[in-house]
C-alpha cells in the first residue's frame, strides 16, 4: 500500500504520456500499454488497492487520461502506416452488386396504386376470364352492341370471354361488398386487336371505382385531377368531354393538359395541349340494380385508363410492343 | 363521317368560326378528329386562279405524240397557250383552267408557266380528279358550253369546300348524317334548323308495287317506289363534289342519289333495277337453306338461314341493310328503277354483317339504329332528286308497315341533374335545352322524346345527359365526402410487392409474358377456339413457357447474363365454371440448378420460410429438379439457345400461406452461442437437406442455426460414401450453455442422425 502510494501520479503521467508520444510502431505502443497501463503496472495495481472515494475518484480520472493518449497514439501510428492512395484513380468502378430492375408497367401499376391508396383506395386483383353477364350483361351492354362481336372479343364459349376490360371488377367488387367502396383495380384485358405500335391483344389497364351516397360528376372531375396531378406532376388541369359507354350515364373522356409542353402545343399532344386519357362517367343506376344495389340510397363514378399509353407518353416510347419483348437493353433503362 | 361544311350549312346558318365550332362538338355531342380542306385552297386569293376557258385551237403537240398543243381564252385580251394530255375535246370545248400561281388541291403543288417539249404552256385544263370533284382523270373536265370564259370557277363549281372529320358514338346514331349534326349545330350555337329537304314530285302513273314482308320484327316498314324513264348518267358536279367530300365515289346519278340522301338524311336507301325483279315484286324474308348471293362487291357470298334478304319473285336479290345484288344492279341500260326505304333491326344487320366479314356505310348506320320515322322524308327527298336530276318518273309504290310504338314519355325531374353533376343548372336552362334538342316538355316536366334519340333516351338519367353534355365545361371539381376511409394494400398485395423486391434485389429483371402461349406444360390447358393466331392459342398453366421465350429473345439480340422473373395469374381449367387463377412467381436464369435455386431460398428466407427440396423432375428432358413447397425449381434440358438454364415457378397463395403471421422476438443477445463444426460420413443417397432437418429436430430448442459448409467424396471416404459438414450453433436465452451443454447436444444430434442415416462422425 505504502509503495503505491508513494509513487508520483503526476510524474507517472507525464512519463506514460511522453511515452506514448514517441511509440512509433504498434511493437513500442504495446511496450507502453504493458508499462503503464498493463495487468501488472502500477495504476492498476493501485486502482485495486484504492479504497477512498476521493483516490479513486483520482486514479479513474488518471486511467481515461492515459487511455486516451494510448488511443490517440494507436491512431496515429495505424494513419502513419497505411500505404499511399493518393494516386488511386477512384474513377475505377467499384465491385459490382447484382441488381435488376421491376418492369416499367410495373413500376407505373405501383404508382397508381399507391396514389390511390392515399385517396383511400382499395387495390382490387380481378380474374381475367370473366363471364359474359360480368363482361357484358351486368354492365348494361346491348346484345348489339359492338364491343360484343365475336371480331373483337376472344371468347371461350358462349357464357365465358377473355375480359375486354377491368370493368367486371366492379360488378364482382360491389357483389362481394357493400359500398361505401372506394377501388381501383390494374390488371390485364383482351381485345382481339393486331399487334402494332399502339395496338396490343394483351394490355393493362386499370378501372376505378367511387360508390357511396351523393357522388357527382364534380367528384369525378376532382378525383380524376388529383390523380394526373400525382402522376404527371402538380399545375394539371383536366376536362370531360362527352362519350358513350353502356355503364354509365352520363359517360365522358377525360383529358389531361399536356405534361410535356404544359398546354401550349407539342408532338405528344398533337399540338392541342390536351392528351386524352380516358373514359368515365356517372354509373348508370341499371348498373346498381344488376347487383341489387338501390341506386336512390347509392351513387357512384368509375373510370378506366391505359398503364401503357402512360408509360408511353412519360417515357417516350413509341411502339408497345416493346414492353412485351421484355429486352433486357429496354428493361434496364427505366 | 365527314361533313361537308358548305351542306352542313344548307341546312343550318351558323356563323361560329370553324375551329370553335369543332373546339365545342367535341364537349357536347361528337370527337373532331380535324377541320380539313378539300379541293382548290382558299388562301391569298388562289381561287381567282381558276377559270373557265374555251378551247379555241387544238391539235396535236408538234414534239410528242402523246400531248395537245391548245390555244384556250379564259376572259383576257389574248388566248393562253397550253399544253395538255388528254384528247377528249378539242376546238370549242368549255374547260376548267388553273393559270399560273394557282395551288393545286393539296397545297403542295403551284402552277407555272413553263416549256414542254419546246412548247410554252401558260396554265393547265383541268379534270374532275385533279379538283377533287370526282374519280375521273381520264380525260379533261368538259363544262357547259354556255358558260362565260374568265368566269370564276368557284362560282360554277364546288372547287372547294371545308369538310369537318367526326367520329360518331355508338349511342347517337342521329348523327351519322349531314342533317343530324345541323341539328346538333343548331343547339349548340343557338341557329336555327332549316326544315328537312324534299318535296315529293308529282306521281305519274298508278302501278302496283307488289311488297311483303314475312318478318315483321326485323323489318318493321318498306317502302318501294316504282319510277320509269330513269335517264342513267353522271351526277351533276355539286353532287359528285359533295360525295367526294363525304368520302363516297360518285358511280351514276341514281347510285349517288341514294347515297346523298343517306349521308344528308341518315336513311340508308337501294336502288334496284325493276326490270330485273323477277315477277317485278318484293318479299323481305330470312334466306333459305342452300341460297346464294353475288353482292355488289363481286363476291359470291353463301346465305345463313338467319340472314334477313330483300327477294324478288325468285332469289335473293340483296342482303337487307347490308348490300345489294349483283343480279339486279342498275346500270347502263336501266331505264325503271325500284328504290327501297325500309326500316331494319340493328340486332339483325349486325349479325349479317359479322357473318359475311362485311362493313358498308349502310350497315353501320343500321347497327346503330336509324330513326324510324326516317324512311318517308328520305324517299321523298331522293324522289325529287331522282326527277331532278335523272329525269325519273314516279310511277307507283307499295308499303307495309307496323305501327310506330307511341314516342317514350319519361317523367324527369330538373333537380337530378344538378344531383348528377354537382353543378345547379337553371330549370329555364334544361327546358329550353331539351325542347332546341326535339324534346317536347309538359309542364310538369313530362318528357316526350323524338324518334330519332328513342334507342338512347329511355330513362330519365338519359334525359340528365342531354342537358348535362352542354356543361360539362362548367362542372367544378370537388372530391367525395366520405364518412369511412381506410386504403391499403392487402397481406397478399404487400408479399408480392416483396417478392418482386427481394428478385430486383437479386438481380433479377422483371417481364411480362404473353397470357396466351403456342403450347402449355398442361394437356388440359384452356384453348380458344378462336385464337388470333397460333403462337397465343392456350391460356397458360405456366409462366415457364412465356419465361423461356423472353429468354431466348434476349439470348437472340446478344443479351447476356439473362435472369428473369415473372408475376402474373395462370388459369387452370375448373369443370362447370371459369378457370381459377392464382398468382404465380416465375423465374429463369442463365445458369445450372443451385443459381434458380438461390433465387428461390432467396425469397423463402424473405418471407421466413424454411424451404425443403426433394428431389423431382418438374421439367421435361431436365437433369435435375427439385419439388419445394408451393412449386419447383429445375435445370433445363438443352436447349436451342445454348448453355444451361434453370428456372423456378411457386404457387404465391401457397407460399403466403406458409408466412408466419408475426414473428416473435427471441433473445440473442443477453447470453453468448457456442458454435461447432460437425462432418458426417453417410452413403451417396443421403440428401443433405434431411439431416439438416435430422439434425434440426435433435438439436431442440437451443440449436440456433445450422448450415451446410460442403460435401467432399475423396481420398479418405470410403467409395460409396460421401462426407457432409455442417456448422452448428447453439444458444439459450435463459442461460450461458457449457462445456457439458455442448457435449450433450452434439451427442443428442450425433446419435440421431447414426440411427436414421447410420452417419459416422467424422473426427
Known amino acids: 500500500m505504502d509503495s503505491v502510494a508513494a509513487v508520483d501520479w503526476a510524474a507517472y503521467e507525464q512519463e506514460a504520456i511522453a511515452a506514448y508520444e514517441h511509440a512509433g510502431t504498434l511493437d513500442e505502443h504495446s511496450v507502453v500499454n504493458v508499462r503503464y497501463l498493463g495487468r501488472k503496472a502500477p495504476l492498476p495495481q493501485a486502482l485495486r488497492a484504492v479504497r477512498d472515494r476521493a483516490g479513486g475518484l483520482e486514479l479513474n480520472s488518471l486511467k481515461a487520461r492515459l487511455e486516451a493518449a494510448q488511443h490517440a497514439a494507436a491512431m496515429r501510428i495505424a494513419q502513419a502506416s497505411l500505404p499511399d492512395l493518393s494516386g488511386l484513380d477512384v474513377t475505377i468502378p467499384g465491385l459490382p452488386v447484382e441488381r435488376g430492375r421491376l418492369h416499367l408497367l410495373t413500376q407505373i401499376r405501383r404508382e397508381i396504386e399507391d396514389v390511390f391508396l392515399g385517396m383511400g383506395y382499395e387495390v382490387w386483383d380481378g380474374n381475367e376470364v370473366a363471364t359474359v353477364w360480368e363482361n357484358f350483361d351486368a354492365l348494361t351492354t346491348t346484345p348489339g352492341h359492338p364491343s360484343r362481336s365475336i371480331n373483337d372479343t376472344f371468347y371461350i364459349d358462349d357464357d365465358t370471354v377473355l375480359r375486354t376490360h377491368t370493368s367486371p371488377d366492379q360488378i364482382r367488387a360491389m357483389l362481394s361488398r357493400k359500398p361505401p367502396l372506394y377501388m381501383v383495380s390494374p390488371g390485364r384485358c383482351y381485345r382481339r386487336d393486331t399487334p402494332d405500335a399502339t395496338h396490343s391483344p394483351i394490355f393493362l389497364q386499370v378501372e376505378c371505382l367511387a360508390v357511396d351516397r351523393g357522388i357527382t360528376l364534380a367528384d369525378l372531375q376532382g378525383t380524376v385531377l388529383q390523380f394526373f396531378c400525382a402522376l404527371f406532376g402538380e399545375d394539371r388541369e383536366v376536362r370531360m368531354r362527352t362519350s358513350h359507354f353502356p355503364f354509365t350515364e352520363p359517360s365522358v373522356e377525360f383529358d389531361v393538359t399536356c405534361f410535356i409542353c404544359s398546354g401550349r402545343g407539342c408532338a405528344t399532344c398533337k399540338h392541342s395541349g390536351w392528351i386524352e386519357m380516358g373514359g368515365a362517367g356517372w354509373v348508370d343506376p341499371d348498373v346498381f340494380r344488376n347487383v341489387e344495389l338501390d341506386p336512390d340510397e347509392w351513387q357512384g363514378f368509375a373510370f378506366g385508363f391505359g398503364i401503357e399509353r402512360i408509360a408511353m407518353l412519360r417515357h417516350g416510347l413509341p411502339d408497345l410492343r416493346a414492353f412485351w419483348e421484355n429486352d433486357l437493353r429496354v428493361l434496364g433503362q427505366f | ?763
Open chain 2, 1 to 763: 363521317m365527314k361533313v361537308p361544311v358548305s351542306w352542313l350549312r344548307e341546312y343550318v346558318a351558323f356563323d361560329w368560326p370553324l375551329d370553335e365550332l369543332a373546339r365545342k362538338l367535341v364537349f357536347t355531342s361528337c370527337e373532331v378528329d380535324r377541320v380539313v380542306r378539300r379541293g382548290v385552297p382558299d388562301t391569298d386569293g388562289n381561287l381567282r386562279h381558276f377559270l373557265v376557258g374555251r378551247v379555241l385551237e387544238a391539235g396535236k403537240h408538234p414534239n410528242a405524240d402523246k400531248l395537245q398543243l391548245t390555244k384556250v381564252d379564259v376572259g383576257e385580251a389574248e388566248p393562253r397557250s397550253i399544253v395538255c394530255g388528254a384528247w377528249n375535246f378539242g376546238a370549242g370545248a368549255t374547260v376548267a383552267v388553273v393559270v399560273p400561281g394557282g395551288v393545286m388541291p393539296g397545297g403542295e403543288f403551284t402552277i407555272e408557266k413553263r416549256k414542254l417539249r419546246g412548247e410554252v404552256s401558260d396554265g393547265m385544263i383541268l379534270s374532275e380528279r385533279e379538283l377533287e370533284l370526282g374519280q375521273d382523270g381520264g380525260g379533261i373536265m368538259l363544262l357547259a358550253g354556255d358558260l362565260e370564259p374568265g368566269t370564276p370557277l368557284a362560282d360554277v363549281l364546288p372547287v372547294g369546300d371545308d369538310i369537318l372529320e367526326i367520329e360518331t358514338l355508338y349511342n347517337r346514331p342521329d348523327l351519322t348524317s349531314i342533317y343530324g349534326i345541323a341539328r346538333e349545330v343548331s343547339v349548340l350555337t343557338g341557329s336555327e334548323l332549316k326544315p328537312m329537304p324534299g318535296t315529293d314530285p308529282a306521281r305519274d302513273g298508278d302501278e302496283v308495287v307488289d311488297i311483303r314482308v314475312e318478318e315483321l320484327e326485323s323489318c318493321s316498314r318498306y317502302i318501294g317506289r316504282l319510277f320509269r324513264d330513269v335517264q342513267l348518267g353522271g351526277s351533276p358536279a355539286w353532287l359528285k363534289a359533295r360525295l367526294v367530300g363525304a368520302g363516297m365515289r360518285p358511280i351514276s346519278n341514281v347510285v349517288d342519289i341514294t347515297n346523298y340522301v343517306m349521308l344528308g338524311l341518315g336513311n340508308p336507301l337501294h336502288a334496284f333495277d325493276h326490270d330485273k325483279l323477277a315477277e317485278g315484286r318484293i318479299v323481305v324474308r330470312l334466306a333459305h337453306a342452300g341460297e346464294q348471293l353475288e353482292t355488289l362487291d363481286g363476291t359470291a357470298r353463301e346465305l345463313d338461314p338467319g340472314d334477313l334478304v330483300i327477294a324478288d319473285g325468285g332469289r335473293p336479290i340483296g342482303i337487307a341493310g347490308v348490300m345489294g345484288g349483283a343480279n339486279t344492279e342498275v346500270g347502263a341500260s336501266t331505264t325503271s328503277v325500284l328504290l327501297e326505304a325500309a326500316n331494319f333491326e340493328p340486332l339483325t344487320v349486325l349479325r349479317s354483317g359479322e357473318r359475311h366479314r362485311m362493313r358498308t356505310e349502310s350497315q353501320t348506320r343500321w347497327e346503330k339504329g336509324v330513326d324510324p320515322e326516317l324512311a318517308g322524308p328520305a324517299i321523298t327527298y331522293a324522289s325529287q332528286l331522282l326527277a331532278e336530276l335523272a329525269g325519273a318518273r314516279w310511277s307507283g309504290e307499295g308499303e307495309v308497315r307496323v305501327e310506330s310504338p307511341a314516342p317514350a314519355v319519361i317523367s324527369f325531374r330538373p333537380g337530378y341533374t344538378n344531383q348528377v353533376l354537382g353543378l345547379a343548372v337553371p330549370e329555364a336552362e334544361q327546358r329550353e335545352r331539351l325542347e332546341h334538342l326535339g324534346f317536347s316538355v309538359a309542364g310538369d316536366w313530362s318528357v316526350t322524346v323524338p324518334s330519332w334519340r328513342a334507342r338512347d333516351v329511355r330513362r330519365d338519367i338519359d334525359v340528365v345527359e342531354e342537358v348535362a353534355r352542354f356543361r360539362l365545361e362548367d362542372v367544378p371539381l370537388t372530391l367525395p365526402t366520405r364518412q369511412a376511409m381506410f386504403g391499403r394494400l392487402t397481406h397478399a398485395q404487400r408479399l408480392r410487392r416483396q417478392v418482386e423486391d427481394v428478385l430486383v434485389g437479386a438481380g433479377f429483371f422483371e417481364a411480362y409474358t404473353y397470357s396466351l402461349q403456342p403450347s402449355d406444360p398442361d394437356p388440359n390447358a384452356i384453348e380458344l377456339p378462336v385464337p388470333l393466331s397460333s403462337q397465343q392459342r392456350l391460356l397458360r398453366t405456366s409462366l415457364s413457357v412465356g419465361l423461356l421465350g423472353a429468354a431466348r429473345h434476349n439470348v437472340d439480340v446478344g443479351n447476356d447474363d439473362v435472369r428473369l422473373f415473372e408475376v402474373a395469374h395462370v388459369y387452370l381449367p375448373q369443370p362447370g365454371t371459369v378457370p381459377s387463377e392464382p398468382w404465380r412467381l416465375g423465374g429463369i436464369v442463365q445458369g445450372d440448378f443451385f443459381r434458380a435455386k438461390g433465387a428461390v431460398e432467396a425469397i423463402f428466407g424473405a418471407l421466413h420460410v424454411e424451404p425443403r427440396f426433394e428431389r423431382a423432375l418438374p421439367v421435361a428432358n431436365g437433369p435435375v429438379g427439385a419439388a419445394v413447397q408451393s412449386g419447383w425449381v429445375a435445370q433445363y434440358g438443352p436447349l436451342d439457345v445454348g448453355g444451361d438454364w434453370s428456372a423456378f415457378e411457386l404457387d404465391l397463395a401457397e407460399l403466403f400461406a406458409l408466412v408466419p403471421e408475426r414473428i416473435l422476438y427471441r433473445d440473442v443477445i443477453t447470453y453468448p452461442p457456442l458454435r461447432e463444426d460437425l462432418a458426417f460420413v453417410v452413403d451417396e443417397g443421403v440428401p443433405a437437406g434431411e439431416l439438416i432437418a435430422a439434425i434440426r429436430a435433435a438439436g431442440g430448442e437451443e440449436l440456433r442455426d445450422v448450415r451446410f459448409l460442403s460435401d467432399y467424396r475423396g481420398d479418405q471416404i470410403p467409395a460409396g460414401k460421401k462426407s457432409i459438414a455442417f456448422s452448428v450453433s447453439f444458444q439459450s436465452p435463459e442461460r450461458t450453455l457449457s462445456d457439458e451443454d455442448a457435449l450433450r447436444l452434439r451427442a443428442q444430434i450425433v446419435n440421431a442422425l447414426a440411427a436414421q442415416f447410420a452417419a459416422a462422425l467424422r473426427a
